[in-house]
């Protein structure tokens, strides 16, 4: 079965960080493009970074630059999210999604920044 899990999300203050991870099972992720969207209340799901597993090119929405980190681990076929420097505009379900031979999303997890 071909499938994206995600988990690491949570509730977090103002300023903190957390780490999402999204791991790939049923196919190699080697030679596809992973990317991380999320989701806010009311709002359309956004890019918010991704990265190209076999040359580890990455790029970001403007709003996550120098806050948020995409990073890959091949042997593990998993991706991670670096959020650091939370805002309570970060609140939402993110999404990982996987873009080759199939396309594949994740179920979603959530994150809430609030105090």
């Known amino acids: 079965q071909v499938q994206l899990v995600e988990s690491g999300g949570g509730l977090v203050q103002p300023g903190g960080s957390l780490k999402l991870s999204c791991t790939a099972s049923?196919?190699?992720?080697?030679?596809?493009?992973m990317s991380w969207y999320r989701q806010a209340p009311g709002k359309e799901r956004e890019l918010v970074a991704q990265?190209?597993?076999?040359?580890?090119?990455?790029m970001y929405t403007d709003s996550v630059k120098g806050r948020f980190t995409i990073s890959k681990d091949n042997a593990k076929n998993t991706i991670y999210l670096q959020m650091n420097r939370l805002k309570p505009e970060d609140t939402a379900v993110y999404y990982c999604?996987?873009?080759?031979?199939?396309?594949?999303w994740g179920q979603g997890t959530q994150v809430t920044v609030s105090s």
């Open positions: 049923g196919f190699t992720f080697s030679g596809y493009t």
């Open positions: 999604r996987g873009v080759g031979p199939y396309m594949v």
């Open positions: 990265i190209t597993t076999v040359q580890g090119i990455t």
